[in-house]
């Protein structure tokens, strides 16, 4: 029975045990007997190696040497070369013998143990698939009974204590082999441990001697040495104390000194010897515990020479703020102090802390000095309202002035200023911004003392180099752009301010003059701060041209409703012509237009039509009526605008274009279309209307270009091609004037043609009545009415217009007199024609008489002459 069929439980096989004692006794042996029967088949177990230990003496045995030749017993070998090479040629073969049987034994020992170590490795490998895997677990423990119940069906222990006892046996058998396979490496490890062990032991002796002999050599030869060398470095390190106490007696004495300088204002010297007396702190007395606190004394009095600095600086470089004179140029005490403040200030690298201190103390001075200022101009304005009160109304003297007093308590600053006339807010204006131009020219003045402070520094033999972790040419450099950024931020403020002021009138219409005054006087004050700052602002600049936009939009309005008021009350009669509107349309609307009380008048306005090269080519003459004497009044205004207010010029031209077309399409509307029939209460529109509008647009159309001259004068360059909106403008007028002259000779047409109608319904053109040989009611009618209109127009309208429109009115006759003639000429008889030969005659004669009218004018009616 192997050990593939015995009982031993294995992975994969079922163990069942007996119930009664004589099978389990039978099961022992069993499995005994299997279990050696199946060790002795694949190696031994522990109990055979124990108990037979001769069965491996031949693997511990030498091999057996070969008997030696018998002829060596009788050789007697001595040292020759000769004797040599006998006993090599008889021992040859003996030793060959004995190295291949030593090596033929290496190998085979080589090669037994390789079979060992693979036979162990199968043994091993067997084992470990007989024991169970619950037996290495790392959580194996046999107190757990959970193990022992999953491994058998069977809860007998005494089976379980062998199958405990077989896996142990297997255990420790396979131990014992991967031992004895390693025995030679672990022997050779402990020997060479147990070398090391005896080579340090050695080496510890021979320390242990060494410092024995140092030791002693330290003891006799350096311990003399040291002695001396200690003796000398005392003194040296008294000599050392000596001079550290005069050091800080020295800077004992050098805070009081301190306080003595700052007493007497002497900065420099106290910050020199702040500073020397720092650097001995740093450099010589460091660690020292008595003088400890000394550096930080020293720096609460170089803070507070600090802020004395800055103060005497502040209060030099602003200076009596609230006077009236404040001085511009800082005089050369003033200026040296203030130098020698800026130089210490610098020393400390405290330069940029001193402009932002000076920036804080400007601001807070700059509000106090408007409040001021403005609180003490509003002051006398009203006490000069009192007093001329009191002048006026002695007995109410009292009165008044306690009810203007709570007036005064009642109401604010700002509704003080906006009730002031306008007159006396130019002039709040012309005295604040030189006075503030003042304080901002002493401000910028004082730039310069900080560069030479710079300097001053320098010459004292101080080089721009870093101090306190600080560089002083990086500190004048903060501090000069901070002071510029001040110098800016200033001018802003107080433009912040006027623009407030001018904000606080915003309601007030102002009229061209009282705007050109305000304005000019804001204009020098932001040119000047500009110039003085090198920098555009762009906030009072902006409010102003608010103010400006108010204004023009305000006085467009206004003239809007006064030229249309003036348009369609206009009865189109003529109208008188002042000299001053002369003036102005010779003067190409250059000269200010002003009223005068007594003014010479004609019916007509002239214009010299200029030339080629500059030379006059005639004058025009123009029969105007009020609304037009009124549109050149307003043109002359709006050019008035464009030369002091260039700011809206392109704003200007725009409202002035509107204005043109406004009258251009009201007039229309008016004349041509009738409207003043029911606007104005006119019966009809006459000649005169029409020829009056006609002169009106005419001496527009002539003023374009010289209007266009004007405004080219006030524009920039890159508006000039605003100008060419006026062309538009021409062309509208033009054709506006053409309608009208049009209308008149529509007017002739219409009587004409009503004339000759009733000539060819007369009975006698029917042939039914003898005709008169005279000329008709009709044709003279027509004839008068034609030479009415001709004289009319030729006091009115220009010659060469006149007789454009009668050149026309000629054809007109013509083509009219033909048409309605020619029938009744062709079919009648001879005293028809007689008859109408004498009414062509009679037309002819009184339109040839005519000025303007050609001889040969109507040649086609001489066809009808008898």
């Not at 490890?189 to 030791?215: P, T």
């Not at 002051?379 to 007036?407: C, L, P, W, Y």
């Not at 906006?418 to 006075?435: I, S």
């Not at 043609?753 to 009733?758: D, F, G, K, Q, T």
Request: charged letters at 25%; one cysteine or more; proline letters at 2%.
């Amino acid at each position: 029975m192997d050990a593939s069929s015995s009982s031993t439980p294995r992975t994969g096989q079922k163990y069942t045990p007996t119930s009664s004692s004589t099978s389990r006794a039978a099961f022992s042996k069993s499995r005994t007997a299997s279990r050696s029967s199946h060790m002795l088949q694949i190696g031994q177990n522990l109990t055979s190696v124990i108990n037979s230990p001769h069965q491996y003496d031949h693997q511990f045995k030498m091999p057996p040497l070969p008997s030696p030749p018998p002829q060596l017993a009788n050789e007697v070998l001595d040292s020759t070369r000769a004797a040599m090479r006998k006993y090599e040629r008889l021992m040859g073969p003996y030793a060959s013998v004995y190295h291949a049987e030593k090596s033929r034994q290496r190998f085979a020992s080589v090669q037994k143990q390789a079979e060992q170590a693979q036979q162990a490795e199968k043994e091993l490998m067997h084992c470990l698939k007989t024991v169970p895997e619950v037996y290495f677990r790392p959580d194996f423990s046999i107190q757990d009974k959970k193990f022992f119940s999953d491994l058998s069906e069977r809860k007998d222990k005494m089976v379980l204590q062998d199958k405990l006892s077989y896996y142990l046996d297997l255990v420790e058998v396979n131990l014992l082999k991967q031992i004895c396979l390693r025995a030679n490496s672990v022997l050779t490890a402990l020997q060479i441990i147990q070398k090391l062990h005896a080579d340090v032991a050695a080496a510890c002796m021979q320390i242990k001697s060494i410092r024995e002999n140092i030791s002693r050599l330290h003891t006799h030869l350096v311990t003399s040495v040291v002695h001396v060398l200690r003796s000398k470095r005392r003194g040296v390190n008294t000599q050392v104390l000596k001079e550290k106490m005069e050091l800080i007696a020295t800077v004992a004495a050098a805070q009081s000194t301190v306080k003595t300088l700052i007493s007497t204002s002497d900065y420099a010297n106290a910050l020199n010897l702040i500073s020397s007396t720092k650097e001995i702190l740093k450099r010589d007395l460091e660690g020292v515990n008595c003088v400890k606190n000394m550096e930080q004394k020293l720096n609460q009095q170089a803070i507070l020479i600090e802020k004395f600095v800055t103060s005497g600086f502040v209060h030099m470089a602003i200076g009596d703020s609230s006077s009236k004179s404040v001085s511009v140029k800082l005089d050369e005490e003033t200026h040296a102090q203030m130098s020698q403040l800026a130089a210490n200030a610098l020393k400390m690298g405290k330069m940029a802390h001193l402009v932002t201190s000076l920036g804080a103390a400007v601001n807070k001075c700059v509000k106090q000095t408007i409040k001021e200022f403005i609180d003490d101009f509003l002051t006398k304005v009203e006490h000069a309202q009192q007093n001329g009160f009191a002048k006026e109304i002695d007995e109410k003297k009292e009165d008044s002035k306690a009810e203007m007093n709570r007036k005064d308590d009642n109401s604010s600053r700002k509704e003080k200023i906006k009730n002031l006339e306008h007159r006396k807010f130019v002039t709040l204006l012309q005295t604040f911004f030189p006075h503030m131009m003042r304080f901002v020219r002493r401000l910028s003045n004082v730039e310069g003392t900080l560069t030479n402070g710079a300097s001053l520094l320098q010459s004292t033999g101080n080089t721009i180099e870093k101090t306190e972790g600080e560089d002083y040419a990086s500190d004048l450099k903060s501090a000069l752009k901070q002071y510029k950024a001040l110098l800016s931020s200033t001018c802003e403020f107080v433009h912040g301010r006027a623009s407030n002021l001018l904000l606080t009138r915003k309601n007030i219409s102002l009229g061209l003059n009282e705007l050109k005054d305000m304005s000019a006087t804001t204009n020098v004050f932001i040119s000047d701060s500009e110039k003085l700052c090198n920098k555009t602002f762009y906030g009072l600049r902006g409010t102003l041209k608010d103010r400006t936009k108010d204004f023009l939009k305000t006085f467009h309005e206004k003239n809007v409703l006064s030229l249309v008021a003036s348009l369609e009350s206009e009865l189109w009669r003529q109208a008188d012509v002042p000299r001053e509107f002369q003036d102005l349309i010779d003067s190409g609307f250059r000269r200010r237009m002003t009223s005068k009380k007594e003014s010479k008048v004609s019916r007509v306005i002239f214009f010299q039509v200029p030339g080629q090269n500059g030379t006059r080519s005639g004058f025009l003459k123009f029969a105007l009526v009020s609304s037009t004497l009124i549109l050149l009044k307003m043109i002359s205004r709006y050019i008035e605008c464009a030369a002091h207010l260039k700011v809206l010029i392109s704003d200007i031209l725009i409202k002035l274009k509107k204005l043109l077309l406004l009258f251009n399409s009201k007039s229309c509307g008016l004349v041509l279309g009738a409207g003043a029939i029911q606007l104005a209460g006119l019966k009809n529109i006459n000649v005169t209307h029409l020829a009056l509008a006609s002169q009106s647009l005419g001496l527009i159309i002539s003023q374009i270009p010289v209007i266009r001259s004007a405004l080219l004068a006030h524009l920039p360059p890159k508006h000039h091609v605003l100008l060419e909106e006026f062309n538009s403008v021409s062309a509208d007028f033009k054709e506006h004037q053409r309608e009208i002259f049009k209308k008149l000779v529509q007017i002739i047409d219409q009587l004409t043609e009503a004339a000759m109608r009733n000539l060819s319904d007369a009975k006698w053109a029917q042939g039914g009545d003898k005709p008169i040989f005279e000329v008709e009611k009709g044709i003279m009618k027509l004839l008068r009415q034609t030479s009415s209109m001709h004289n009319k127009l030729s006091s009115l309208i220009d010659q060469q217009q006149r007789d454009s429109i009668f050149r026309q009115i000629a054809a007109v006759f013509s083509r009219v007199t033909k048409k309605h003639i020619g029938p009744i000429w062709a079919k009648g008889d001879a005293g028809v024609k007689k008859k109408l030969s004498i009414q062509v005659q009679h037309i002819l004669s009184r339109l040839r008489s005519l000025s303007g009218i050609d001889k040969s004018a109507c040649k086609e009616l001489e066809s009808f002459k008898v």
